[in-house]
């Protein structure tokens, strides 16, 4: 007699499924055993249907089913910044134009709605997770929680006052409260977000380094994104930042690396050394002509290679689909080597890599049993993305942000055939628009 079929929460049964782990595997015609919010099995449908009875079903019958996202560096807040001072190098753009628009409208409200804004768009493209640095990170998390995205919130640490703190011991007071307030959450981490070298003081740099070995936190930093960055440092520490920082006993496996664009191969092979995690922006970089991550030598060398945005104000768009077929296109230019950062790689780095980075790779970025269900569908059915060869060079080299159709954080539906099941896009486009009224020049 046969057994009666568990009951589950979920059952999906895409026509294909990638899993990232193992690397490179395309599965056909398989299914997804989802219970409070876990992933059971992964299995072949037919044999899913013997022994799952789903409290709900959905079939993708034209659709690739893939780890949800992680955008790896975010400032989702800077959404409501998008277009704002666009075409110039990062110190003229930051120092003339981001900075005193900050001055004039950070606030509680303005990163709520702009992290709101960040979600939706998000959602939309498939991403499932972020590694945010930005201020207010208490009103980060609460709003990262009420709408049920998974977040990595840093706690900002800067040497100058701004209207979340007004000294170095406040940053690191209400950080801290933001830390254990959160402390347990299901959907969201905290790390320490240092903002750059020459931000922040050695004495900072030391006190982070004490708590992040305390309290098993990330450092989250922007490190090595320009030339300029590399020269100012030479001359007032006498050594380039990656050394500094070396030298306070930063560089080790909490360290998540952003940008590194100016890397020698010494530095390299330190990073490989020390578990460091490297994440690449590339079109940021592209835009604010910052400089090539050197993705093939990095990956060549055993670095973790995660990919981010970074924020809305330098890229122009939080769409990791397109950040994906660029950071490919660009690490095979800047290698001379076609192989440098291939299909399968490109998506490991979205997901997996930056489910590393962010410490959670046995929580997240790959659909495996035991791993939360965080999951999106993307519908390759469209004339864009036909005839259909391979299943995940057609995603990082054809497809569009637009071809995502659902998407699951936890086991909950947040994307249903491209509707936003949570949020009001019409309302959201309401808010940013009345920001724009006040940011406009």
């Not at 037919?46 to 022994?51: G, I």
């Not at 896009?425 to 009224?437: H, I, N, Q």
């Amino acid at each position: 007699m046969p057994a009666t079929p568990q009951s589950i929460d979920l059952l999906i049964e895409p026509r294909w499924l990638i899993p990232v782990e193992p690397h490179g595997v395309v599965l056909e015609d398989h299914a997804v055993a989802i219970e409070r919010g876990a992933i059971v099995a992964v299995l072949p449908q037919a044999q899913a249907r013997l022994l799952y009875a789903p409290r709900e079903r959905v079939g993708l019958a034209q659709h690739a089913l893939i780890p949800g996202l992680v955008n790896a560096h975010t400032h989702n807040a800077m959404c409501l910044m998008r277009g704002l001072a666009d075409d110039l190098p990062l110190m003229e753009w930051l120092q003339s134009h981001i900075w005193p628009a900050e001055a004039r409208v950070l606030s509680a409200e303005y990163v709520r709605d702009g992290v709101e804004l960040a979600v939706a768009e998000m959602l939309r493209g498939g991403t499932t997770c972020c590694n945010e640095n930005y201020f207010f990170p208490d009103v980060q998390a609460a709003t990262y929680r009420r709408l049920g995205f998974r977040a990595m919130v840093g706690l900002p640490v800067i040497e100058f006052p701004t209207p979340w703190a007004a000294s170095r011991d406040e940053y690191f007071e209400k950080g801290l409260a933001v830390h254990d307030e959160y402390r347990g959450e299901a959907l969201i981490g905290t790390a320490l977000a240092p903002h750059a070298p020459y931000t922040v003081s050695d004495a900072s740099f030391e006190r982070i380094r004490v708590l992040s070995d305390q309290l098993d936190l990330p450092v989250h930093l922007h490190l090595h994104e320009t030339n300029q960055e590399i020269e100012d440092s030479r001359r007032e520490h006498g050594v380039r930042p990656f050394a500094r920082i070396q030298s306070l006993g930063l560089v080790n496996d909490h360290l998540i690396a952003v940008h590194m664009t100016q890397l020698t191969d010494a530095e390299i092979a330190a990073c490989a050394e020390a578990g460091v995690s490297v994440v690449h922006c590339v079109e940021s970089n592209l835009k604010l002509a910052s400089g090539f991550c050197p993705a093939g030598k990095l990956r060549r060398a055993g670095v973790n290679l995660a990919i981010g945005t970074d924020g809305c104000a330098s890229n122009n768009d939080l769409d990791m689909l397109g950040e994906m077929r660029s950071a490919a296109l660009v690490a095979k230019a800047v290698a001379g080597d076609a192989r440098a950062l291939d299909a399968a790689s490109a998506l490991r780095a979205a997901t997996l890599g930056g489910a590393h980075a962010l410490g959670w790779g046995a929580r997240i970025g790959s659909i495996e049993p035991g791993k939360q269900a965080d999951l999106a569908a993307i519908r390759l059915d469209a004339l864009e993305t036909q005839p259909l060869y391979d299943v995940t060079s057609q995603i990082v080299y054809a497809a569009g942000r637009q071809q995502v159709s659902d998407v699951w954080i936890a086991g909950i539906r947040k994307l249903r055939e491209r509707v936003l099941v949570d949020l009001d896009a019409v309302e959201l486009v309401d808010t940013a628009r009345r920001w724009r009224e006040r940011l406009a020049p």
